[in-house]
C-alpha cells in the first residue's frame, strides 16, 4: 500500500486501488498525499443504485467513526462535486442520515451540520432521511458519521447477499411432486423480475469505495472482493480520474468553504 501510494505521490500513477486493511490506507493516505485544504478528514464514499433508476452517493462508510458537525459539511460539498461530476445529477439533493424526520432529533453534531447547510446557498440541502430512504432515489448525496454509514451499508449489503443466494438456489427436485408447468412459468418469471432488481444491488457491481477529500484518488476495495468485484473497483478509480474528483472538490470547496486566512 505504501509503494502504491508514494507512486501517486510523485505522479508515476494516477489512483491507487488497494484492498489491504483501512485503517492503515486511510493512516497511510491522510499521511502522504495530504487532506485537501478545507478537508478536516477524508471520507469514504461509494454509489449506490436506487429505485428511481439513478445513483445515491453515501458518505462516510466507515473512516471516521466520529464526526463534528463541520466535518459533515465538508462531506455534503464532497458528495455533491461526486454526485455532480460522476453520477451526472445537476443541482444534487442533499440530506442528513438521522433517526427521525422532525428538525428536533438526532444527536447535537447532525442538528448543527443541518443548521449550517440550511444557510449554504451552494448546496441543495433537503432536510434528514432515515434509514430506511437509503435506496427509494429520495436524496441523491446522504451524509452521516463512519459508523452509522458503515453499519447502514453492511446490513443492506447483507440483506441482499440472502434474498440473492435464495433466489439462485433450488429445492423443486426435493419434492416428489412437480407443480403445474403454469405455477412453474409464473415462478421462473417471478424469480427472473427479482434477479434483475436485486442484481442490480449485488455488492460486487458497486465494490470499491472512494477515500474523498486527499490530493490524490485512493479506491478501497473489499478485502474478500471477487474478480467482477475488483474490477468494479478499478472502475470507479478511473471515472474519478477522467473527472479530475479532487481538483473539482477542491475549487468547489473555495467557493463553498472559503477559508478565513484567504
Keep these: 500500500m505504501r509503494v502504491a501510494l508514494e507512486l501517486v505521490k510523485t505522479g508515476q500513477a494516477q489512483a491507487c486501488v488497494s484492498a489491504g486493511n483501512t485503517g492503515a490506507l486511510m493512516g497511510l493516505a491522510k499521511l502522504m498525499l495530504k487532506s485537501i485544504d478545507g478537508i478536516e478528514r477524508p471520507a469514504l464514499m461509494t454509489i449506490l443504485p436506487n429505485q428511481q433508476k ?104 447483507g440483506v441482499i447477499r440472502v434474498i440473492l443466494s435464495l433466489l439462485k438456489s433450488t429445492d423443486e ?19 427472473k423480475r427479482l434477479m434483475k432488481r436485486f442484481g442490480e444491488l449485488n455488492p460486487d457491481q458497486y465494490n470499491g469505495a472512494t477515500l474523498l477529500g486527499l490530493k490524490g ?3 478501497k476495495s473489499h478485502g474478500a472482493a471477487n474478480e467482477s468485484a475488483f474490477k468494479a473497483a478499478i472502475e470507479r478509480a478511473v471515472q474519478s480520474v477522467d473527472r479530475q474528483v479532487p481538483d473539482r472538490i477542491a475549487a468547489r470547496l473555495n467557493i463553498v468553504l472559503p477559508r478565513s486566512d484567504q
Design 54 to 157: 439513478g445513483q445515491t452517493v453515501v458518505l462516510d462508510l466507515g473512516a471516521n467513526v466520529n464526526c463534528s458537525s463541520d466535518m459533515l459539511v465538508q462531506f455534503a460539498v464532497m458528495g455533491s462535486v461526486v454526485a455532480e461530476e460522476v453520477a451526472k445529477i445537476a443541482s444534487p439533493k442533499v440530506a442528513l442520515l438521522n433517526i427521525g424526520e422532525e428538525e428536533s432529533k438526532g444527536l447535537d453534531n447532525i442538528r448543527e451540520a443541518a443548521a449550517i447547510l440550511k444557510e449554504t446557498a451552494a448546496i441543495n440541502y433537503i432536510g434528514y432521511v432515515e434509514g430506511n430512504e437509503l435506496l427509494t432515489g429520495k436524496t441523491d448525496v446522504l451524509v452521516c458519521d463512519g459508523f452509522a454509514g458503515n453499519v447502514t451499508l453492511k446490513t443492506m449489503e
Design 173 to 191: 427436485s426435493k419434492k416428489n411432486k412437480k407443480p403445474s408447468w403454469l405455477i412453474q412459468l409464473a415462478k421462473k418469471w417471478l424469480k
Design 217 to 219: 484518488i485512493v479506491i
